[in-house]
């Protein structure tokens, strides 16, 4: 089993940035991919951003050059850094740990970016 906690979420102005971090406890092993997905208000969820150790990471299209994923392998903690913040980045910001037969969602935070 593992644990994941989030914490970073909450109220930014439009153009506001924000930083999302995850911290990934338990039955941890070598071989994972942590990241960030997402779901507005009725809306499905989707990719954000997720990184693999030794591998580049991967984004939503839409979301390059705004949006930056990094990890603490020694920590277990992924980050979501979020820069030029728009309304449409509002949403439940939920953090996730793949390892093969392995699939882990943390309880999602709140990102509201409103006037």
């Known amino acids: 089993q593992v644990q994941l906690v989030e914490s970073g979420g909450g109220l930014v102005q439009p153009g506001g940035s924000l930083r999302l971090s995850c911290a990934a406890s338990?039955?941890?092993?070598?071989?994972?991919?942590m990241g960030w997905y997402r779901q507005a208000p009725g809306k499905q969820r989707e990719l954000v951003a997720t990184?693999?150790?030794?591998?580049?990471?991967n984004y939503a299209d839409s979301l390059k050059g705004r949006f930056t994923i990094s990890r603490d392998n020694a920590k277990n903690t992924v980050h979501l850094q979020m820069n030029s913040l728009k309304p449409e980045d509002t949403a439940v910001y939920y953090c996730?740990?793949?390892?093969?037969?392995?699939?882990?969602w943390g309880q999602g935070t709140q990102v509201t970016v409103s006037s």
């Open positions: 996730n740990y793949w390892t093969p037969g392995r699939d882990y």
């Open positions: 990184i693999t150790s030794g591998r580049s990471p």
């Open positions: 338990g039955n941890i092993r070598s071989i994972n991919r």
